[in-house]
Nanobody, 121 residues
Framework: QVQLVESGGGLVQPGGSLRLSCAAS????????MDWYRQAPGKERELVAR???????NYADSVKGRFTISRDNGKNTVSLQMNSLKPDDTAVYYC???????????????WGQGTQVTVSS
């Protein structure tokens, strides 16, 4: 069983920075992608950033140039460096891993519990 644990959320002023991390426990054979999603009150959950198993990255237009996703496959961790934060970035942030547990297994996805990011003066 794979569990994801997030850390790094909190309260920050506009223009500030935060770094989120997500670590997976359990045995993973391979990673298809590691993602960060967010959900603001009254809004749908949206994909913020993705990094694939080969290192390709994608970002939502709203965070391009401000957020950077990175990974350590050896430790099965993913981080999200968030700079120049805006009040609109306020949300609960979730990490998601899409993985294979063995060579022949199906693909599974796992979610973290979420961490609150609040950008306010």
């Amino acid at each position: 069983q794979v569990q994801l644990v997030e850390s790094g959320g909190g309260l920050v002023q506009p223009g500030g920075s935060l770094r989120l991390s997500c670590a997976a426990s359990g045995s993973i054979f391979s990673v298809n992608s590691m993602d960060w999603y967010r959900q603001a009150p009254g809004k749908e959950r949206e994909l913020v950033a993705r990094i694939t198993g080969v290192g390709t990255t994608n970002y939502a237009d709203s965070v391009k140039g401000r957020f950077t996703i990175s990974r350590d496959n050896g430790k099965n961790t993913v981080s999200l460096q968030m700079n120049s934060l805006k009040p609109d970035d306020t949300a609960v942030y979730y990490c998601r891993f899409v993985v294979r547990l063995t060579f022949a297994s199906a693909v599974y996805d796992y979610w973290g519990q979420g961490t609150q990011v609040t950008v306010s003066s």
